[in-house]
């Protein structure tokens, strides 16, 4: 938070504050999706599976590649915070940072979620949205974001020297763990920032400091993906609820998510999984 003033404005500060700004990332075509296929795929779809996400713990599931899945609101209003991993290789997963940079701070038709480092290909990409009509409120909210990390027991303790172990950080490990077989220590490092499903947030005007408030998801609700790869997916069903009061605690009312996942109907023509990231790893100084 920038409260206070401690330094000296210089005298040309309004015109250095003044320069237009320049969007660091613009629409760029060699990442875009295509969308026209997707639209026509999702057309004639097979439900296969369906996982039921309790409230306050997480459950994980797989999706091949070129299937679509949804997460849906199934009673109350709830909040899902979303890791993705490649399912051959728990080393590539989602990067909300660079995600956020490419497309902003809230996601919708349309946008991609890119792997992390060195792999930065898309892991998914978003192809319904029942929210989408919400936009961004007055307040400068909106749902879906890539800005609020995850809830975890970490911050808590710090913030309040509680011990709450129903975090979605900790749902999203103790299920890793369950799936993989990993010890909990290493199944927790693989947990990382999440796509925040359904949530309402976003940075106050005075102080851009993070705020929630009640999510306007409603039960029928979901937001459907096109798996790009073959996937592992993990969905907590965050112990905020709809993060309209508290979370990190079993004050709010909180509620069942579901994930479904449906085989394409038609084959795929002329598609095929994105590949990694081509770029040499070189980085070595020119001479
Ligand atoms: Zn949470």
């Not at 490419?102 to 792999?119: A, E, K, N, Q, V």
């Not at 400068?140 to 890539?146: A, E, L, N, Q, R």
């Not at 069903?237 to 508290?246: H, L, M, N, R, Y």
Request: charged share 20%; hydrophobic share 35%; net charge negative.
């Amino acid at each position: 938070m920038k409260l206070k003033l401690s330094s000296q404005e210089p005298i040309d500060a309004c015109i250095r504050k003044a320069v237009a700004p320049v969007i660091c990332y613009p629409p760029n075509k060699s990442i875009a999706a295509p969308m026209d296929d997707y639209n026509l795929w999702r057309q004639s779809i097979e439900l296969i599976d369906e996982i039921i996400v309790p409230p306050r713990e997480a459950k994980i599931f797989t999706v091949d590649a070129g299937y679509f899945f949804r997460i849906s609101c199934v009673d109350g209003p709830q909040v899902g915070d979303l890791n993705l991993w490649s399912k051959n290789n728990l080393n590539e997963h989602f990067y909300s940072g660079k995600t956020r940079a490419l497309y902003g701070t809230h996601l919708s038709i349309g946008d991609r979620l890119f792997s992390c480092f060195p792999y930065l290909r898309p892991l998914a990409t978003i192809t319904y949205d029942t929210l989408d009509w919400y936009g961004y409120d007055a307040d400068g909210g909106s749902v879906h974001d890539v800005i609020g990390t995850r809830c975890d027991p970490y911050t808590h303790f710090l913030l309040s020297a509680d011990e709450y172990h129903h975090c979605c950080h900790s749902n999203l490990t103790r299920a890793l763990q369950k799936y993989t077989a990993l010890s909990m220590e290493e199944a927790e490092e693989k947990i990382h920032d999440v796509l925040n499903v359904f949530m309402c947030t976003g940075f106050t005007k005075d102080t851009h400091q993070y705020f929630m408030k009640a999510s306007p998801v409603r039960q029928g609700d979901f937001l459907e993906f096109f798996a790009e790869i073959d996937l592992i997916g993990g969905l907590s069903a965050c112990p905020g609820g709809d993060c309209g009061s508290e979370h990190s605690s079993d004050v709010a009312l909180c509620y069942p998510l579901k994930v479904e996942i449906y085989k394409p109907m038609q084959s795929l023509v002329n598609w095929q999984s994105p590949a990694p990231s081509s770029y040499s790893r070189n980085h070595r100084q020119q001479c």
